[in-house]
């Protein structure tokens, strides 16, 4: 069997549209289809790896894609032909892989993980979530892809927090986009949780101590509570604590 012969620059450049539509060969499978518009793209004919029914895939039109480049395309399928790969697959593979990434944004991954977290907690925290991440992240990082997040790009993110003061919403922002990415590694949109450690890139909160009572402050608070707008039942739990000494979540658990 003959070997075609390459064709040139000038070749490509000149060929004219006809009644129909025509092919010109490369060689190795690469051809340059011609419309009679006058439109010119390159396709690759080759034998599928496992149905061995042919077939073939654009590779892009001229002159957008130079010859070279064509020969370049060409080159990097048959190469996926002889590790048993479908070019036309893995190319179908790979722009819905970036499809994928492109549509699943942090906001996106966010609201998805918000809609499973919100059944954990209270209507109020959960409010509280959404809004610390709605405030605070979104309007910097809310579109982009979730893969892309990474870690220097969220600290520049919270410093404007950080810088206020609000050291305990840096804590609570950080520990909940770590949730999310987690959740996104979970479900496959991302390859690791870059955010991890992220909270030591900041001062940590300072915890202030329940503040107490001293023992001639008592009546006073005593007196207080007998004029209090507050329900019979929270003013004689309250009492029953100071009897008792117990914590407050013994005390709300306790039965009659």
């Known amino acids: 069997?003959?070997?075609?012969?390459?064709?040139?620059?000038?070749?490509?450049?000149?060929?004219?549209?006809?009644?129909?539509?025509?092919?010109?060969?490369?060689?190795?499978?690469?051809q340059l289809r011609v419309k009679p518009s006058g439109s010119k793209t390159w396709l690759f004919d080759y034998v599928k790896p496992h149905s061995k029914k042919r077939s073939s895939i654009g590779l892009g039109s001229?002159?957008?894609?130079?010859?070279?480049?064509?020969?370049?395309?060409?080159?990097?399928?048959?190469?996926?032909?002889a590790k048993g790969i479908d070019p036309k697959e893995h190319k179908e593979q790979v722009q819905r892989r970036e499809r994928d990434l492109s549509e699943n944004t942090f906001e996106k991954v966010a609201s998805d993980w918000f809609n499973v977290k919100k059944h954990e907690v209270t209507p109020?925290?959960?409010?509280?979530?959404?809004?610390?991440?709605?405030?605070?992240?979104?309007?910097?990082?809310?579109?982009?892809?979730?893969?892309?997040?990474?870690?220097?790009?969220?600290?520049?993110t919270l410093k404007p927090v950080a810088a206020k003061g609000n050291l305990e919403t840096v804590r609570r922002v950080c520990q909940r986009l770590n949730e999310v990415m987690n959740f996104a590694v979970n479900t496959g949109l991302a390859q690791a949780n870059p955010l991890y450690g992220i909270k030591s890139a900041f001062s940590k909160p300072k915890k202030d101590l329940m503040?107490?009572?001293?023992?001639?402050?008592?009546?006073?608070?005593?007196?207080?509570?007998?004029?209090?707008?507050?329900?019979?039942?929270?003013?004689?739990?309250?009492?029953?604590q100071l009897h008792t000494m117990v914590r407050p979540s013994e005390a709300v658990g306790a039965r009659w």
């Open 62 to 81: 001229y002159p957008a894609i130079s010859l070279a480049d064509a020969r370049k395309r060409r080159d990097s399928a048959r190469e996926l032909v």
């Open 211 to 240: 503040p107490s009572l001293k023992p001639e402050e008592l009546p006073e608070l005593m007196d207080k509570l007998n004029y209090a707008s507050i329900k019979l039942v929270t003013r004689c739990l309250i009492e029953w």
């Open 124 to 156: 109020d925290y959960a409010e509280d979530i959404w809004r610390s991440l709605e405030l605070h992240i979104m309007p910097r990082l809310g579109k982009q892809p979730v893969s892309k997040i990474n870690a220097p790009e969220t600290i520049e």
């Open 1 to 30: 069997m003959a070997k075609t012969r390459p064709l040139t620059n000038t070749e490509v450049k000149q060929a004219k549209p006809k009644e129909k539509i025509y092919k010109l060969g490369d060689g190795d499978g690469l």
